[in-house]
């Protein structure tokens, strides 16, 4: 060390005598003082004004890149705290072939509807018994031998109707009916305080009217239908 600077004892750069930080690494330095030397706190001559900026600007920009390095580096990925956000739940599967802008496909069950039960119900037979109005052998296949074509309707209760309406069909192999006794045809009187009532007419009869085939018959109350039965007129 001279009489004119002082070395710094970090980075060994002369300083003058007067100087409290290296105008180099910025250190603080104890010196004596001379004659002139600055009597505050901080330096105020050009050359400690300008090492004093050039190491706060070096610490600004090692501290810039420092953040610029961080946000670029994918192992200091950033941690959020927010709410969760939940998975969806339940039991809506799409088919892989499924493309947007489809339609949804919709699922048919052969699941049969249940047809409400009717009121009444209807026995076929060839004999009926006058005193009970109801058949005493059953059977829903005829030949044109049998005696009689005969028909039981029975009910839970009085059917409280004074006539019960007949319509018959013969029913195609396909399904498709053909009416060969309407309504209009069929009106039969009958007791509306009775729970059984039971018709007979010779085979020949319903054979000259409505010929052979698989037949259904339906038996209205008014308007409402409240039976319905099949048989069989064979050749």
């Known amino acids: ?90 039991s809506f599967v799409i088919s892989p072939s499924f493309s947007p802008g489809a339609s949804v496909p919709v699922v048919v069950t052969d699941t049969p509807v249940p047809t409400p039960a009717l009121p009444g119900a209807i ?20 030949t044109p031998q049998a005696g009689a074509f005969a028909h039981s309707i029975a009910f839970a209760a009085p059917y409280g109707a004074a006539a019960l309406v007949e319509e018959v069909a ?24 009775a729970s059984v009532e039971g018709y007979s007419v010779p085979v020949s009869r319903v054979y000259q009217a409505w010929g052979t085939g698989n037949f259904v018959m339906r038996i209205y109350r008014g308007d409402e239908k409240v039976a319905e039965g099949t048989f069989t007129l064979n050749p």
Do not use: Y
């Open 1 to 90: 060390m001279t009489g004119e600077s002082v070395e710094c004892f970090n980075c060994g750069r002369p300083n003058p005598a007067w100087a409290q930080v290296c105008r180099s690494c910025g250190v603080p330095l104890v010196a004596a003082r001379g004659d002139g030397a600055p009597s505050g706190p901080f330096p105020t001559d050009q050359a400690s004004l300008i090492s004093m900026g050039a190491a706060i600007g070096a610490i600004l920009v090692a501290v810039l890149f420092g953040v610029l390095f961080s946000n670029f580096n994918p192992t200091n990925a950033t941690v959020g705290f927010g709410t969760p956000i939940p998975s969806p739940s339940g």
């Open 123 to 142: 026995t076929f037979g060839t004999v009926l018994d006058g005193a009970t109005r109801t058949v005493s052998q059953p059977t829903d296949q005829f």
């Open 170 to 193: 013969r029913v195609a192999g396909d399904g498709s009916e053909k009416i060969v006794q309407s309504r209009a045809e069929g009106a039969n009187n009958a007791d509306p305080n």
